[in-house]
T-cell receptor, first 114, second 117 residues
Framework: DQQVKQNSPSLSVQEGRISILNCDYT??????FLWYKKYPAEGPTFLIS?????DKNEDGRFTVFLNKSAKHLSLHIVPSQPGDSAVYFC?????????????FGQGTRLTINP | DAGVTQSPTHLIKTRGQQVTLRCSPI?????VSWYQQVLGQGPQFIFQ???????GRGNFPDRFSARQFPNYSSELNVNALLLGDSALYLC????????????????FGPGTRLTVT
């Protein structure tokens, strides 16, 4: 039962263009969503988060959009840079349920081409 | 500021053995969570501890146990190792205090790569 899904295993984008990574979830109890970036042999690095009371959160080149009715979120990176090449995970949590358990998607490998 | 630290970095064990992994959270963080990541998948939640008490447990067998110490560091123990326990074990810490959602953002350590042969 995959509650958080990233349906694109990989994405290739030209440097300077916009990268859009997508994530779908099924559990309507999720109320907090996060994006992480992971390089090989390192732990995931927190990028940006969004609460279910918002539909957009922006931090520099990174913007996360949340569509609660569609149970869909996306991460926009603009402009894309070579250092953005990594695996990106979306994660979801239910803050009101005690344990701050993060449920992760399978990840999307982003490659930025020069 | 030091981030989340984990030790050891790599570990090779034989089936049936026991292993202990260690984690030190970011200073001031009182919550520690453990995750298992196998190749090609996202991390899976194992445990969360807050103020030395277990707050949550994922779908893992009783061979997995953990504890949190008064200084908020944590250990994950796995008994009777199986080949399928080979994975990257990640520790994450968070403030987990108050009402701000941002205090529940989890920050990960570099992980311990466990290989069971």
């Amino acid at each position: 039962d995959q509650q958080v899904k990233q349906n694109s295993p990989s994405l290739s984008v030209q440097e300077g263009r916009i990268s859009i990574l997508n994530c779908d979830y099924t559990n309507s109890m999720f109320d907090y969503f996060l994006w992480y970036k992971k390089y090989p042999a390192e732990g995931p690095t927190f990028l940006i988060s969004i609460s279910s009371i918002k539909d957009k959160n922006e931090d520099g080149r990174f913007t996360v959009f949340l569509n609660k009715s569609a149970k869909h979120l996306s991460l926009h990176i603009v402009p894309s840079q070579p250092g953005d090449s990594a695996v990106y995970f979306c994660a979801a949590s239910s803050l009101g349920q005690g344990a701050q358990k993060l449920v992760f998607g399978q990840g999307t490998r982003l490659t930025i081409n020069p | 500021d030091a981030g989340v630290t984990q030790s050891p970095t790599h570990l090779i064990k034989t089936r049936g053995q026991q292993v202990t992994l260690r984690c030190s959270p970011i200073s001031g963080h009182k919550s520690v969570s453990w995750y298992q990541q196998v190749l090609g998948q996202g991390p899976q939640f194992i445990f969360q501890y807050y103020e030395k008490e277990e707050r949550g447990r994922g779908n893992f067998p009783d061979r997995f146990s953990a504890r949190q110490f008064p200084n908020y560091s944590s250990e994950l123990n796995v008994n009777a190792l199986l080949l399928g326990d080979s994975a990257l074990y990640l520790c994450a810490s968070s403030l987990a205090k108050g009402l701000a959602a941002s205090s529940y953002e989890q920050y990960f350590g570099p992980g311990t790569r466990l290989t069971v042969t």
